[in-house]
């Protein structure tokens, strides 16, 4: 377990390889973008403005693309995904108690990440299991008809997991 | 509160026709493999039986037989639609029909295998149904129903979802033995006249929401003049509520593949994407596997089946934008670019990808292409209403007992739908209010719409649409007001900002339902809301803006009263809007037992020995701990 490691320079080599092997195909952006992000976990922003030289293409062109798309993320993420589901069934089953919940007990706000970059509270819509709304996703874990107290004690056995983790090290 | 709603006054025409007439649903077998002894175990593995627990089934039942000496074929199927009973199990021996188990579970899965692979029974308890094969010599078992005579299943259709739950999604094997690929090898022997004219028979239109005829789209774009064409799948289904398309993807891939490429040798197109969300990554993975299976089959790629026609299809995932499944947009989306609707014309049949002609047609449009092919363009007319032919698939979802995927005849009724299918609502004593269709686009249709017969015209009529098929059943205890509100906040999310209309018109509507759910509201807020509707439908650009107000207008034309009591009394009857709550405990009700007082955190619940509860509003928070806590639901 790293606990917390020393802001270092990142290492882009791999992401200007990406837009390298990418370059003069068509359409390019998006999928250098979500590459890339598959390999960092995010898109470091500084990272754009070699991308846009690599491709040959404007970088506002490329920002438009990364803004636009929700799944775009420009800083890095929490060890654990947290989703909460507000797509209308989970709403109507009472989706919105259970991000209020998120909230309190990680005290971060929608789409923010904890401090110690554990977890990320991520409202996110429709994932296509309305039968079993309310509907939770922790990393690619699903939990089915949640309530807010059972989504509170699956962070609690996560967070007593991630301490006793460190314990050991 | 819940009066009657039965009846009333019938706002639209009597239930359309809907009968199959003589056309035969197709009933899919997965024949018995020659030669294997072996026991067959089916698993449902779509998203939402992964969701619910199979994935560790399937360990448990590895571990089971192993611990037996047993062995068995497992295979993963797609959903059937019954995700009200997940996970779902399904088994079978040499000589006997394949039996459905619900709610599998660690708890019941021994009991299951024993009396199933050892006893030679099957389990009742957990069975709901079994599959028996007129093509091969079963004997059935005593006492559990067929499964197409369970209640669920009863009154379905099914032409789109005939294979889903069914075939192993993993295997092109059980798609080619339950009839796959007969379309495509007939139509390759058709001309590219005779195909669209089935179609045009078939009366099909397109199931991703407009309902524009299938059979036109395709002459437009064979008819347009270039040297390369493309035939597209939306399968974006952004649509919080929908998953039909879903189901198409993991469940039978190769259906959706197969209309494409008939699609595609009708119109003379040699490329081909697939534009699907990136929410679902077990879709991707499933169907990059059957483009695979599909060109070494000679099914795709160069010269198909031998007759000189190529083409082929690349897959393209998402990035998170709903506006996206708008079809200009998910072009701009495909080449790449921020996925912005553009004004039309030109059209895509005559400029779309890299400016070639294009068509574009969604998930549920092309599975059903294959069995018009095959059985005929009268056959597929043969269900429906008088102006939407065929089946539709819905996504139940909400207060039903049994929420889940069903297929249906277009015509059916609403009440066919939630009670008879999805067996009337969760709650016994709390009823039905509304039924939302078409998702933010659509509208939320009141009980006196329960007798009429689905079909795009119909809810139009009603100011809902059909949309994509999400059907989101609402009952007392949902807020119209909220509901509205929470569209709206969708709707701004998404509006892509590019016209002003959409963009200002949506943030606006939303600030003054905001207002009306925190109790300050203004009698004047309801004339605004109507004229900005009103604006933003007739001046937006794309169908994004032209649709969001759709749930507003609904909401304000039969739930007015409740929006005024919002305004007015400061008052949410369904105790949905925190700021307008005040709980009470009923007195008939209560039993004086004292359970709610502990929860409270603040002390605002007065409780006494062998007295009724009381709320003091004073210091209530409204956090519902009281009203959770309470078993006889005395606290509202
Ligand atoms: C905002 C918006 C979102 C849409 N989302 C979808 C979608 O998720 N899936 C879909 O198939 N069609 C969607 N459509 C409809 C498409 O623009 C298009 O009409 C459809 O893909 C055409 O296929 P069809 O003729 O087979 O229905 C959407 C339209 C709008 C305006």
Redesign the interface.
């Known amino acids: 377990m790293t606990a917390k490691t020393e802001e270092q320079e990142l290492d882009l080599t791999r992401a200007y390889e990406i837009a390298e092997e990418e370059y003069g195909k068509q359409g390019p952006i998006i999928r250098v973008l979500q590459k890339v992000q598959a390999e960092y976990g995010y898109i470091p922003p500084e990272y754009l403005p070699e991308m846009a030289e690599i491709l040959e293409v404007p970088l506002a062109k490329i920002f438009g693309a990364l803004t636009f798309y929700s799944q775009f993320y420009t800083s890095p993420r929490g060890k654990y995904i947290v989703k909460v589901c507000v797509g209308t069934a989970c709403h109507v089953q009472g989706a919105k108690d259970i991000l209020d919940r998120m909230k309190d007990e990680l005290k971060v706000g929608a789409g923010e990440t904890t401090e110690d970059m554990m977890f990320t509270l991520e409202p996110v819509a429709c994932i296509g299991s309305c039968g079993l709304a309310p509907l939770c996703l922790i990393n690619t874990e699903t939990a089915a008809n949640m309530t807010p107290a059972g989504m509170a004690g699956k962070i609690q056995a996560i967070v007593e997991k991630e301490s006793a983790g460190v314990a050991e090290e | 509160m819940a009066e009657e709603k039965k009846g009333g006054t019938a706002v639209m025409d009597a239930p359309a026709a809907k009968s199959g007439g003589l056309s035969v649903m197709p009933k899919r077998y997965v024949p018995w493999p020659e030669g294997n002894e072996k026991p067959q175990i089916w698993i449902g593995m779509g ?2 039986g ?4 199979a994935s560790a089934l399937e360990e448990e039942i590895q571990a089971w037989l192993k611990e037996h000496g047993m062995e068995a074929d497992i295979h993963p199927v797609g959903c059937v639609g019954m ?2 009973n ?1 996970p779902l199990v399904d088994v079978q021996v040499k000589g006997r029909p394949r039996v459905s188990y619900k709610k599998v579970s660690s708890k019941n899965l021994a009991q299951i295998l024993k009396e199933h692979l050892q006893d030679g029974s099957a389990s009742k308890r957990a069975a709901f149904g079994q599959l028996i094969n007129p093509d091969e010599k079963q004997e059935p078992y005593d006492g559990i129903p067929n499964f197409h005579e369970e209640p669920f299943f009863k009154n379905q259709v099914k032409i789109v979802m005939q294979r889903c739950g069914v075939i192993d999604y993993h295997s092109i094997d059980d798609y080619l033995a339950t009839g796959g690929y007969d379309g495509l090898k007939k139509a390759v022997t058709m001309s590219s006249d005779e195909i669209i004219e089935e179609i045009k028979k078939s009366g099909l239109r397109g199931r991703g929401g407009a309902g524009f005829p299938t059979w036109m789209k395709w002459k437009f774009a064979r008819d347009a003049e270039g040297d390369a064409k493309y035939m597209v799948c939306n399968a974006d ?7 039909m398309d ?1 189901a198409v993807l993991e469940g039978d891939p190769h259906s959706l593949l197969e209309g494409m490429i008939i699609g595609a040798f009708a119109v003379g197109a040699q490329y081909g994407y697939i534009y699907c969300r ?3 990554p077990l879709a991707i993975r499933i169907l990059n596997q059957a483009l695979d299976q599909a060109r070494e089959k000679g099914f795709l790629g160069e010269n198909i089946l031998g007759t000189g026609f190529s083409y082929d299809i690349i897959i393209k ?6 506006v996206c499944g708008e079809e200009m947009a998910l072009l701009n ?8 609707p553009m004004i039309k014309p030109p059209f895509p049949a005559t400029r779309g990808v ?1 400016g070639k002609p294009t068509n574009i047609n969604n998930v549920e449009t092309f599975a059903n292409i294959a069995e018009i092919v095959v059985n005929g363009g009268d056959w597929y007319a043969g269900w429906g209403s008088e102006t939407t032919k065929g089946t539709k698939t819905f ?1 139940l ?3 039903v007992k049994r ?3 069903v297929e249906v005849p277009t015509g059916t009724t609403i009440r066919e739908l939630v009670e008879d299918i999805g067996g009337g609502m969760t709650l016994k004593k709390v009823g039905f209010k509304a039924a ?1 269709f078409g ?2 686009s659509g509208g939320c249709l009141p009980g006196e719409f329960m007798e009429t017969g689905i079909d795009y015209e119909s809810l139009n009529s009603g100011g809902a649409i059909m949309g994509s098929g ?1 059907v ?1 059943v ?1 009952d007392e205890y ?1 807020c119209m007001v909220d ?1 509205a509100r ?2 709206m906040e ?1 709707t701004v999310d998404e509006s ?1 900002g590019k016209c002003t209309p959409c963009r200002d018109g949506t943030a606006l509507m939303l600030q003054i339902l905001e207002r009306i759910t925190h109790g300050e509201g203004r009698l004047e807020d309801i004339e605004k809301l109507e004229q900005i509707s009103g604006f933003t439908k007739a001046n937006s650009l794309c169908g994004l803006g032209q649709v969001a107000p759709n749930p507003v207008l609904t909401t304000l034309r039969y739930f007015r009263d409740e929006v005024v009591e919002h305004i007015v009394d400061k008052k949410c009857r369904a105790h949905s809007c925190d700021e307008l709550i005040e709980y009470v405990v009923l007195e008939d009700k209560c039993t004086t037992c004292g359970l709610c007082k502990p929860p409270c955190p603040t002390d605002a619940l007065e409780w006494e020995k062998k007295q009724t509860a009381f709320i003091n509003h004073e210091t209530c928070i409204r956090c ?1 701990a009281c009203v959770m806590a309470c078993p006889f639901m005395a606290i509202k």
């Open positions: 998203t939402c992964t969701a619910a627990g995700c009200h997940e289904e952004g649509d919080p509520g929908a998953f879903r990136a929410e679902y995932e998402g990035a998170g934008a709903y989306s495909i080449m790449g670019e921020r996925g912005m890299w996504a979802t909400g207060k929420p889940g995927l939302q998702g933010p999400g989101v609402l949902n509901t929470f569209f969708f892509c519902k």
